[in-house]
Structures are given as C-alpha cells and as structure tokens.
C-alpha cells in the first residue's frame, strides 16, 4: 500500500498534480509524524511547461482558530462566508438522509 496521495487534475489548459503523504488512519492523527511532510502541486501546461509549487507542513487547525480570534478580536470578516458553511452542512445533512432512505436527495 502506498503512503502517498497523488491527485491530477485535468483542464482545458493543462494538468495540475497534486501529491503528498498520507495520513494512515489513527486515533491521534493530530500528533502523527507523517504531518510534517510538505505537500507538492506540480502544474504541466499544454506546451510542455510545468511548475512546482511546494507548500511546507503547517498545524492547520492553529492556523484557523488563530485566524478565528483576529476576526473575534478586529471585528473583521472571516475568510470563509457563514453562506459557505450553511451549504456545506446541507449537503451534508442531505448525504444522511439519501443514506437513511436509499435515494437521491437534493441539498
């Protein structure tokens, strides 16, 4: 089995490739040493041109909640519109529902 996770995305002007390790299932995934791998993005243009983008590791829960408490603190906007979360948990909410009855449901 593969400790990597590689992803290739397929567009109209090129492909970009994701991989990085991954994360087996624990019960601590927050302390497991696999985290601290950076993550790669490798972007191919159509003509043959490709650029690497390598993302160092980060604790990305203290990332949020400290982006959280500047909003707390500043009053500004958070990054992520509560209309982004609401749709987010209905389609969630309707993931569980189609599980429960067997169909297609619409968020």
Same mark, same amino acid.
């Given at each position: 089995m593969s400790d990597q996770i590689r992803v290739a995305v397929i567009g109209c002007g090129g492909i970009a490739h994701y991989h990085a390790r991954a994360i087996p299932k624990a019960d601590n995934v927050e302390n497991h040493p696999r985290e601290n791998h950076p993550a790669v993005v490798m972007v191919c243009g159509q003509d043959g041109s490709a *650029?690497?983008?390598?993302? &160092?590791? =980060?604790?990305?829960?203290? $990332?949020? $909640?400290?982006? /959280? +408490?500047?909003? /707390? *603190?500043? #009053? #500004? &906007?958070?990054? +992520? &519109?509560?209309?982004? %979360?609401? #749709?987010?948990?209905? =389609? +969630?909410?309707? $993931?569980?529902? %189609?599980?429960?009855s067997g169909q297609p449901v619409s968020p």
């Open positions: *650029e690497r983008y390598e993302f &160092p590791p =980060v604790d990305q829960f203290a $990332l949020q $909640l400290r982006h /959280l +408490i500047r909003c /707390l *603190e500043t #009053g #500004g &906007p958070h990054r +992520i &519109p509560p209309e982004n %979360s609401l #749709g987010n948990m209905k =389609v +969630i909410d309707a $993931l569980f529902t %189609s599980m429960k």
